[in-house]
């Protein structure tokens, strides 16, 4: 049976509706339960002594003061845990001639990156740890530094580790039809160098993680504020050896991620390590210096890109060389490549064309490593594609919405295999750009533009279309051979009251998983939101998944939801047929009662079924299957990923004394299939824009050349505030996919995707006829008055 | 670190309208007593650099950073945080609001949030969105981008201003 979903009046029709978090009200009373607000009996607190250099030889490690200071219980070093950890490589097996080293939870004999974990200081509180570190006395050898990302293969400069022999992590071509050729003949190439800052996620709540070792049970508990809970208790079953099915994490509320909280990080595994060794609780809440030196960086990428057209504005071909450094090891266990390959796959990845090529070399430096965080090369290879679409343009005289008319992929033209080689199930280029223009009254807006600029104000503005990659399937990381799920499961059970749990392996973070899934299973089974429980992030509880990342929660997730929640109303109608002696067939169930199908006429209500169940099960017919808690698990199929389009407008004035740039307002078009709860899609996207607005705007960890952090707080590292973020347009068109009934792909990544390539754009439309473009972000004022040519020295 | 530092204070104050008895380390800064001593984890740190807002609470009728307060300076204040805030329903109708217009997602910043748009909505005035926006600056969002909060704070000062509206015109 399929849903209409194209009848908003059809029975139990929750999804696709705006329907209230069931969670949001427990976090405005502050009832939330974030890792930090739970303190176990005889818990203890871990702080990390990190390393001060760049790259240094660990010399002596004197712990006798630390050990000697009120409340310190124990310290650590590399070589102590080492003892009872393994190490790990962040390596994929399908990307071929990758090469990290491996990784120990504490630095053992050279640290290399300032915020490092080297020593462990377990202390009965805190402060008492934290004044335990203050005293332990490393003695640090320093040892040259690799910063810069261009140099890092030169013959010069030094090689990180030596073992492997030069600092390339990884590099890959991805080429198609013939760049040469096409380059030397064509009518028209233009080319730029684009730079995306080193960025970090700055979730509100720092990461903090409490393990517990069991010995009596032989069973390790960890409550981590993280995205993926089964992958955790692989990794840390697998690095302890303790069995998996002894390894239970738990995540409860988790305040903010953004890919931050998917990885395996050293000071993490290090407290269970030592929650193992000293059989107790123990605590590590990183403070906000150590998330700057120690959560993951993302971008940090440098290209130079070339486009060719032709005389007429059509695109022919993509070059581009793109280089990204990613601190000294590869992120486990999803490796620190991804965000460049990504970038190899995604460049053009709107616009018909045929010669294809990019390259990606990712090198080793010593500074924080870099990995996953939200869109994953998407603002990279956005930025690069639209800031060449937008300079060919202007080059050429024809207007941007016109050389993007001519070139994006025609909506009929699917399926499609891009020159990249990418599998397009469905895209909706034209129809979002259509639907943008009348948004924003682009025809309007530029007669406006033209009117002040004769007034000498400067506004610009910029457009930037784009693909995102969603529901991964195993391609991304399970062929690899990564532990790392692609599929994802749901448990539905009914309860004897007509209510229904639903148990599900996608986590919440904020984003409405839990809303969404009460939406879906509502709809499936015929009961009321507010009816459904939904249960999330415990890995003893729900059924095996790969968590919220990668915009796969609704896509895969809850598809499972959907499924499950059929088979409990299939199972449940069976029942009542039963006890009704009809068919299930002639059977619906609608807001919990079970009605004839045809004429609506109501029989029974599922808490009847409930009873009946659960407590006179003798009044059923002997051998009736009478499970009312169904599991279903899903994964993608027929393509690798669910590709999702938008495009974004953003509309700015800049102060040419100034440099500084008023965001006046900002449009997103986006189709992400089938939306489930469309308050919460917008409001995702808007997130997603203004963590984009952060990286065009503001972002940036900054290094000195000796690779010493510079801006490690947040007064020195600029995120958004409020005052000058943009009011935004939300708009939507809906391509469903077809692998799934619920036809949802993903909406969580699309807005950090797009909006740092409008609003480069959008500076440049201001500032071009004056004689200036900027394509290094962040765009700070400095950067635009020189752009500008007001700062010349 | 001297024995000065080291020593403890004695301190009564209420909190959330509860008269509250402590004795704590001197150099304790208010969102630690807050959710060390009296397990009100309601309120959150961020930064403890006095940047994000996350430790926001009402002091004496003001806005403070729970992260910059030092404990000592608490003697004989009048304390409220979310949960007494909730409690007494003072702020139901912004909480509500966020709610309403999904002007929270992980929820980390929310209490700071409200503790920082009671003090605006307050006023009685229906402030612009700017103004809503310039109030709102010292309190950092990841998740939101900010829209639905600021949404949300103009439904409430709305509301409350015709509510307020109308009853002067009443006692006209
Ligand atoms: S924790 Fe106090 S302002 Fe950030
Ligand atoms: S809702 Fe997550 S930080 Fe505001």
Same mark, same amino acid.
């Given at each position: ?24 009200? @427990? ?44 409340? #310190? ?48 200081? #377990? ?64 009518? !028209? #190439? ?73 990885? =395996? ?68 266990? !999803? ?7 990504? =970038? ?105 533009? @033209?009117?002040?600029?004769? @007034? ?212 997103? #078009? ?124 | ?5 080291? +020593? ?9 309208? /509860? ?15 807050? *959710?060390?001593?009296? /397990?009100?984890?309601? +309120? ?18 003001? &806005? ?16 409220? &945080? ?18 309403? *217009? ?7 910043? &929310? ?18 969105? /700017?103004?809503? *926006? ?20 103009? &439904? ?7 509510? /307020?509206? *109308? ?6």
């Amino acid at each position: 049976m399929t849903i209409r979903f194209e009848d908003p009046n059809r029975p139990n029709s929750y999804i696709g509706r705006t329907v209230p978090r069931p969670n949001a009200g @427990k976090l405005v009373a502050g009832r939330g339960r974030y890792v930090d607000d739970i303190v176990l009996p005889r818990m203890v607190h871990v702080a990390f002594v990190r390393s001060p250099h760049p790259h240094a030889r660990i010399g002596a490690i004197e712990t006798g003061a630390a050990l000697a200071e009120k409340g #310190v219980l124990k310290v650590f070093t590399g070589k102590d845990l080492a003892e009872i950890c393994t190490p790990w490589e962040g390596k994929l097996a399908h990307l071929q001639g990758m090469k990290t080293p491996p990784q120990h939870p504490l630095a053992v004999e050279r640290a290399c990156w300032v915020g490092e974990p080297v020593v462990a200081v #377990v202390g009965r509180t805190r402060a008492e740890a934290e004044a335990g570190a203050a005293l332990v006395e490393i003695d640090f050898e320093p040892l040259p530094a690799v910063t810069d990302i261009r140099t890092a293969l030169d013959k010069g400069t030094p090689v990180l580790h030596e073992a492997l022999g030069d600092n390339l992590c990884f590099r890959k071509s991805n080429e198609a039809g013939e760049v040469d050729r096409v380059f030397a003949e064509a009518p !028209r #190439v233009v080319e730029a160098t684009f730079k995306t800052a080193r960025h970090t996620g700055v979730t509100l709540e720092p990461r903090v993680i409490i393990t517990d070792w069991n010995g009596a049970d032989g069973q390790l508990t960890a409550h981590v504020s993280n995205q993926a809970p089964h992958m955790l208790q692989v990794l840390l079953a697998g690095h302890l050896d303790i069995p998996e099915s002894r390894v239970h994490v738990i995540c409860g509320d988790v305040g903010g991620s953004f890919g931050l909280k998917v990885h =395996v990080y050293p000071d993490e595994v290090a407290t269970a390590a030592i929650a193992k060794i000293m059989g107790r609780p123990v605590k590590f809440a990183s403070d906000r210096v150590e998330a700057f030196t120690s959560d993951i960086h993302a971008r940090d990428h440098e290209a130079t890109g070339r486009i060719a057209l032709d005389e007429n504005g059509m695109i022919l071909g993509f070059d581009v060389d793109d280089w990204t450094g990613i601190g000294p090891y590869s992120i486990y266990p !999803r490796t620190s490549a991804v965000e460049g390959l990504q =970038v190899t796959n995604l460049i053009g990845g709107p616009y018909a064309f045929d010669h294809y090529r990019c390259r990606t070399s990712v090198v080793f430096q010593n500074k924080g490593i870099c990995a996953q965080y939200r869109a994953v090369g998407h603002p990279v290879a956005v930025a690069i594609t639209e800031g060449l679409v937008d300079k060919a343009a202007a080059e050429m005289g024809i207007d941007p919405i016109e050389i993007r008319r001519r070139n994006l992929i025609a909506d009929d033209d699917y399926p499609k295999t891009t020159a990249a080689g990418l599998k397009l199930e469905g895209l909706s280029h034209h129809k979002s750009l259509d639907s943008l223009i009348e948004a924003m009254d682009y025809e309007g807006l530029r007669a406006e533009q @033209k009117d002040l600029r004769e @007034k000498g104000v400067h506004r610009g503005i910029g457009i930037a279309s784009f693909i995102e990659l969603t529901n991964p399937s195993p391609f991304m990381y399970g062929i690899g051979g990564a532990r790392i799920s692609a599929q994802d499961g749901c448990t539905v059970r009914m309860d004897p009251d007509g209510s229904v749990v639903a148990l599900t392996g996608v986590t919440e973070q904020g984003q409405g998983t839990e809303a969404i899934m009460a939406q879906i299973v509502a709809e499936a089974v015929g009961v009321s939101p507010d009816l459904v429980r939904v249960v999330t992030g415990d890995t003893r509880v729900t059924p095996f998944g790969g968590g919220t990342w990668a915009s796969r929660g609704a896509g895969i997730g809850g598809e499972a939801a959907l499924q499950a929640g059929r088979a409990v109303r299939q199972q449940a109608l069976e029942v009542a047929a039963a006890m009704l002696q009809a068919k299930a067939g002639d059977l619906d169930v609608r807001d919990g009662i079970i009605v004839d199908a045809r004429s609506g006429e109501e029989r029974l209500t599922l808490a009847e079924v409930g009873r009946i169940v659960y407590f006179r099960g003798d009044t059923l017919p002997k051998g009736l299957p009478r499970e009312l808690m169904q599991t279903r698990h899903f994964i993608t199929s027929d393509y690798p990923y669910a590709f999702t389009n938008g495009v974004q407008a953003s509309y700015v004035e800049v102060d040419t004394d100034t440099g500084f740039v008023k965001l006046l307002k900002h449009w997103c #078009v986006e189709d992400c299939g089938r939306i489930i709860n469309p308050l919460l899609v917008d409001e995702q996207i808007r997130g997603g824009i203004v963590q984009g607005i952060g990286a065009a705007l503001f972002e940036e960890v900054c290094y000195d050349a000796s690779g010493q952090m510079l801006n490690g707080t947040m007064a020195d590292y600029l995120v958004p505030m409020s005052a000058e973020m943009p009011d935004m347009v939300i708009r939507h068109v809906e391509t469903p996919t077809a692998e799934s009934a619920l036809g949802a792909k993903g909406a969580g990544e699309a807005g950090t995707a797009g909006a740092p390539a409008a609003i480069m754009n959008a500076i440049n439309d201001a500032i071009r006829p004056l004689g200036g473009t900027v394509t290094h972000m962040p765009f700070t004022p400095e950067r635009i008055l020189r752009a500008l040519g007001t700062i010349t020295d | 670190m001297s024995e000065h530092f080291r +020593s403890r204070i004695d301190l009564e104050f209420t909190v959330n309208g /509860e008269a509250v008895e402590l004795t704590v380390p001197a150099g304790r800064h208010l969102i630690d007593v807050l *959710r060390l001593d009296l /397990e009100l984890t309601g +309120s959150h740190a961020g930064c403890e650099h006095g940047v994000c807002g996350a430790c926001t609470v009402l002091v004496d009728g003001q &806005t403070v950073r729970g992260c910059l307060t030092l404990a000592a300076q608490l003697d004989g204040a009048e304390i409220w &945080t979310v949960e007494g805030l909730t409690e007494s329903g003072a702020i139901a109708d912004l909480q509500a609001a966020f709610v309403e *217009r999904n002007a929270l997602q992980c929820g980390y910043c &929310t209490p700071g949030m409200l503790a920082s748009a009671k003090t605006l909505v307050e006023s009685g005035s229906v402030p612009s969105r /700017e103004a809503i *926006r310039e109030h709102m600056s010292g309190n950092y969002c990841r998740c939101t981008g900010y829209e639905a909060i600021v949404d949300a704070i103009e &439904t409430v000062a709305r509301t409350r201003a015709g509510v /307020e509206a *109308r009853v002067e015109a009443k006692v006209r």
